[in-house]
């Protein structure tokens, strides 16, 4: 900005080195050591190994162990992690879904991505201490899990995808639910968006470069903020006869994700909406046995994170060869390291909740 | 005054600290409850703090390795004195002050710089990260809080002629000083928030270092600081009514109730605000006071300078 | 007045010494481990007490000066309504100096953080 420098650099300063997390109010789960040149961050380096589960060999243990391993991949989106898998087995069968079924799929991903999108939006106005918004977003959130609840059971129990289809018909009241969440979501609205101090402190905020995400392998919000069109959805027969168009943000910074995010959540319950009305009639689920098929099959979905995806190998036998799962979120914390160099400590917390990273999902 | 004297107004001065530092923390989580729309019981918030205390008392008083103890016990013992020597000049009603010194005014800026220094100390004596930090965050505020409170208050001895601070409440019985140098009061009161480290701008205790100059401060030393920090924030509303409000004067009312309740209608107003407000980094404070605050105290020096001359006359 | 100033000594006094008894009447904690800092949950492997640099420099330079000129503003506000015009013009003069101060300051960057 201005062309005589400030005489600092004949003074000689030390830089601070701390840990930052797992063990912290804002970061858990991942563990960064940070350089610090005053307050201002000059290097960041991330350790990772917090919330490595195994998944992966744990699911070369039978079917359904995998199948119920899928959906505990990123716990904060069981049914995208459900869905890729059952994608997976579905394609080894070359199995075909019902109308039906596909719809609801769609609604109960949908609907998880709204729950999951309000409660980072609670978490990121939590961490800006915009205390109406968070409680705002915190209780969208609650009436969204509940109307999940009454599609998939108490979260950590849900699995409700299942290779071939869905476990169940969508109850009669949830569509009310639904539509109860989407009314207060349209009365909250305001109440949501950014008043202007939070907008200074989130502006050019952990900016992502679209190039640059691109080629680390970021999706979803992170990469839609950038203003790259990529998103699953819009590659698929029912997102398409539903009318869905990705939203697309511009800036790639903190603040165009948390618009990006207001907006998704109103699109993934409309969408979800739909998807439950005029339902065409038909099976929910028909059986795909994995048992007696042989081959390499991969299955996708667009999880609330980022695009999910499965990996199945098998000879045909009682057990998968191999499994692997992949989600956004380890090239997002890859990012990171990037994002927070020149970003005040102040902002660290916001840098890195604003990229949503699920560590379980980025470790397996 | 003689030594019984003293010793019933150190005492009741005591008293009057204990229980305006309970009402402190009670008003603080009013405050935070109406600025998020959260239903309140003002019982449960009544007890909290009470409960708090109970807990702050037995817990044991952890001091780090390391630590520099000279340091970590300096920073409770100066916090205290600092309040306790603020609460002496406060005067409550006609003739209810411990010391009404012909320097009031500016005996509590000087005071008001050491309370910085107890923090630092926490912070830096703790030897760890994120007290070190939010140590260099505590003095920040040092620089972003002094000038603009010290030119807001200057206001009212323009008009009272006089730094006493019992001279300064008399001289508003016909107008307050609030109404006619609005300014002024409110580059008071969000000098105010910036030094009894009030949101949005508690940073130096913030979530991000995990309690910052706090963070590894715990037990009954605990309890001295987080009370001195809440005390602190009464007397420096008390002292914003007694400045800008009519500290005493009001109908009816006996006097100390009514600098109480404007004191508690301050109090509230700026828990309210601030817990509405998103946390501000020392830049962002800093930057706040010196290009929108200290500008704004130079207007209100100006009007106030007219205005007082065309009344005079002069 | 002294009399006045030797209550406050006893304020001091007295703040002094609650606070160091209640600080020798706590319960110390023994246990090695809880004394280690607060650093996230790792232990602390890095030097703390750093020659750390202060951004804000400049501004507690400027500081410095504001707040010495804040002292001499309070004689002023005293006599400020005896004297009236001149002292009135006489502030006006010290604020017009002042606020170029600022303005220079501010120009300069002082009140922008370096990046």
């Known amino acids: ?294 081959g390499l099959a991969r299955g996708h979905a667009e999880g609330p994170r980022g695009e999910l995806s499965a990996t199945v190998l098998t000879d045909g036998g009682e057990r998968p060869l191999r499994v692997a799962f992949r989600g956004p979120s380890l090239a997002h914390a890859g990012l990171l390291s990037e994002l927070l160099v020149g970003s005040m400590l102040a902002d660290v917390p916001l840098a890195v909740a604003s990229l949503d990273l699920s560590m379980e999902e980025a470790e397996r | 005054m003689d030594p019984g004297a003293a010793l019933v107004g150190l005492f009741g001065t005591l008293a009057v600290l204990v229980v305006a530092t309970w009402l402190a923390a009670v008003l603080d989580g009013l405050g935070r409850a109406l600025a998020v729309h959260q239903p309140v019981g003002l019982a449960a918030l009544a007890a909290a703090p009470l409960a708090r205390l109970g807990r702050l008392v037995r817990r044991a008083d952890v001091i780090p390795a390391n630590a520099d103890g000279g340091l970590l016990w300096s920073a409770p013992v100066m916090a205290v004195a600092v309040v306790l020597l603020l609460a002496g000049v406060v005067p409550l009603g006609p003739g209810l002050v411990i010391a009404d010194l012909n320097i ?108 910052g100059v706090l963070a590894d401060v715990s037990g009954p030393r605990y309890l001295l600081l987080r009370g001195s920090m809440l005390a602190l924030w009464v007397l420096v509303s008390a002292l914003g009514a007694v400045l800008f409000l009519g500290g005493w004067l009001g109908p009816l009312l006996p006097g100390p109730v009514w600098l109480v309740l404007k004191t508690a209608a301050l109090m509230l107003a700026m828990s309210w605000v601030g817990y509405r407000l998103p946390r501000l980094r020392v830049d962002q404070m800093l930057g706040l006071s010196w290009k929108v605050l200290l500008p704004g105290t130079f207007l209100h020096i100006a009007i106030t300078g007219v205005v007082i001359l065309l009344q005079t006359g002069g | 007045m002294s009399d006045n100033y030797a209550v406050l000594a006893t304020f001091l006094l007295a703040g002094v010494a609650l606070a160091m008894l209640v600080l020798a009447l706590a319960r110390k904690q023994e246990a090695p481990k809880a004394a280690e800092p607060f650093e996230s949950g790792s232990p602390s492997e890095h030097k703390t007490w750093v020659q750390f640099r202060v951004r804000y420099f400049l501004i507690a330079l400027v500081f410095v000066a504001f707040d010495m000129e804040m002292v001499y503003m309070f004689p002023w506000a005293v006599v400020f309504k005896r004297v009236g015009l001149v002292a009135f013009m006489d502030m006006f003069v010290f604020i017009a100096v002042l606020a170029v101060a600022i303005a220079y300051a501010w120009k300069e960057g002082a009140f922008e953080w370096e990046r």
């Not at chain 1, 490595?52 to 049914?79: F, N, T, Y």
């Not at chain 1, 990121?124 to 999940?148: D, K, M, Q, V």
């Not at chain 1, 165009?256 to 993934?268: D, F, K, P, T």
């Not at chain 2, 009212?156 to 006619?180: C, F, N």
Request: hydrophobic share 50%.
């Open chain 2, 104 to 211: 009031g005014l500016f005996y509590v800026i000087v005071l008001l710089a050491p309370f910085v220094v107890a923090l630092m100390n926490a912070g830096w004596g703790a030897n760890a990260k994120y007290g070190v930090l939010g140590a260099f965050r505590a003095a920040g505020h040092l620089l972003a809080y002094e000038v603009p409170f010290g030119f807001a208050a200057i206001g009212a001895p323009m008009a009272a002629e006089s730094l006493s601070l019992v001279k300064i409440v008399e001289g508003q019985d016909r107008l307050w000083y609030g109404v006619w140098q609005p300014v002024g009061f409110a580059i008071y009161l969000v000098s105010a928030a910036i030094i009894t480290y009030r949101p949005p701008f508690d940073l130096p205790a913030a979530d991000d270092l995990g309690g």
């Open chain 1, 1 to 294: 900005m201005h062309a005589r420098q400030a005489p600092t650099r004949e003074m000689a300063t030390e830089d601070l080195v701390t840990w930052f997390g797992p063990e912290h109010p804002a970061v858990s789960g991942l563990r960064l050591q940070l350089t610090l040149d005053g307050e201002q961050v000059s290097a960041a380096e991330i350790e990772l190994g917090y919330r490595h589960r195994g998944l992966e060999k744990l699911a070369e243990r039978g079917w359904e162990q995998a199948a119920a391993i899928a959906s505990q991949v990123d716990p904060r989106a069981p049914h995208a992690g459900a869905a890729a898998y059952a994608r997976a087995v579905e394609a080894l069968a070359k199995a075909e879904l019902s109308g039906r079924a596909a719809r609801l799929r769609v609604a109960i991903l949908e609907l998880e991505r709204a729950a999951s999108h309000l409660a980072w939006l609670a978490n990121l106005a939590r961490l800006l201490e915009a205390r109406p918004a968070a409680r705002l977003a915190g209780h969208l959130y609650r009436r969204a899990s509940t109307a999940l609840a009454l599609l998939a059971g108490a979260p950590g129990a849900q699995r409700w995808i299942v290779p071939g289809g869905v476990a169940a018909d969508a109850p009669a009241d949830l569509l009310r639910a639904l539509s109860g969440v989407l009314d207060a979501l349209r009365g909250a609205l305001d109440g949501l968006r950014m008043d202007r101090l939070a907008e200074r402190r989130l502006n050019g905020l952990a900016l992502v470069d679209g190039g640059r995400a691109l080629e680390m392998g970021a999706a979803g919000p992170v990469l839609r903020a950038t203003g790259v069109p990529h998103d699953l959805r819009t590659s698929s027969e029912v997102y398409r006869a539903l009318g869905f168009e990705p939203v697309l943000g511009s800036g790639g910074d903190a603040r165009a994700r948390y618009s990006l995010h207001v907006a998704e959540v109103g699109q993934a319950l409309t969408l979800a909406q739909r998807a439950l009305t005029d339902l065409p009639r038909g099976a929910v689920a028909e059986k795909v046995p994995a048992i007696g098929v042989a």
